[in-house]
């Protein structure tokens, strides 16, 4: 049983080399016959509120094979914290836009012994209606998963890529992981997949495997240096699942992928100027990873 994650997709109803890269990545993730896609998020370019570059992203992964699950990022929804990119705050309104498209932004499926799980994690310490029904979800799983092995996905990674980050921006805050953890402490977790980073790192927290995805649309050259040793390529995860309940994630590529850096992509230049960002008002991490002066 194999499961292919795929994350940051970022796509754009202007077209451009985001989209050039999921329709080559489709076309091999569908030779790869997983039993399952998820999309970790970002499948918009940058503006949660652009119903058009949803619209691209839905019929570009309409020719995946097998059966897919999409999880929100920041740019589908917007994100909690005190500085969101564009002021783009998470909303009820979004996340309701969101699941019009994509359908439930949690949810479990079950494969062979396995459980799968997503969850949103722009929802983590925003204080919407919908992050407690989350929470109360959340709290039923452990006895509706029944002891199964669990692969865990949501769009920022669980636990902070590094000391210092600004919590929210770069990892689910930490009132919010702390009760998380009381909750997978009662999950037999394998592996824990985000995306949002662009980046493919394998790292372990508290024991357990916790795997950042590449993205397939454009990199951020620099984040090895600011997240630890990490991988900035484009690219897809296969996690391979083995009879006795053990995961093993894989990074994978086709190799005619076009990697562009995040400020050259003229899809995001002309998103970033149509939502009226000026770049000087950018957190200096997020100015720093966008390598933008
Ligand atoms: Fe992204
Ligand atoms: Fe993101």
Not at 180 to 198: E, K, P, T
Not at 202 to 227: C, M, N
Not at 252 to 278: C, F, K, Q, S
């Amino acid at each position: 049983m194999k499961i292919v994650q795929i994350t940051d997709t970022h796509n754009s109803a202007h077209g451009g080399i985001s989209n050039e890269n999921l329709v080559k990545m489709i076309e091999f993730v569908n030779e790869l016959e997983p039993d399952l896609v998820v999309h970790t998020g970002d499948v918009s370019i940058l503006d949660p509120d652009n119903e058009a570059d949803r619209a691209t992203a839905a019929r570009l992964l309409g020719e995946l094979k097998a059966p897919l699950r999409v999880l929100p990022g920041n740019h589908d929804i917007g994100e909690p914290g005190e500085a969101p990119i564009g002021g783009a705050g998470v909303t009820s309104a979004r996340v309701a836009a969101f699941r019009a498209v994509f359908g439930d932004d949690r949810w479990v499926e079950y494969i062979g012994g396995f459980s799968v799980v997503g969850f949103n994690s722009e929802l983590m310490s925003s204080g919407l209606p919908e992050e407690e029904e989350q929470w109360a979800w959340l709290e039923s799983l452990p006895a509706q998963l029944e002891g199964r092995p669990t692969i865990i996905f949501c769009h920022k990674p669980v636990h902070a890529p590094a000391p210092g980050l600004p919590a929210s921006t770069y990892s689910i805050a930490p009132q919010s992981l702390d009760r998380l953890r009381s909750i997978v402490d009662n999950i037999d977790v394998q592996a824990f997949g985000s995306g949002h980073l662009h980046r493919w790192a394998l790292e372990f927290h508290d024991g357990v495997q916790s795997i950042s995805a590449p993205s397939t649309a454009f990199v951020y050259p620099g984040v090895e240096g600011q997240f630890g040793p990490s991988l900035s390529q484009l690219g897809i995860v296969e996690y391979q699942l083995t009879e006795d309940g053990g995961v093993t994630p894989f990074f994978r590529a086709r190799p005619d992928l076009a990697e562009h850096y995040a400020v050259n992509v003229d899809t995001l230049r002309l998103a970033l100027e149509e939502m009226g960002i000026d770049m000087s008002t950018l957190d200096i991490t997020v100015r720093d990873v966008l390598r933008i002066a």
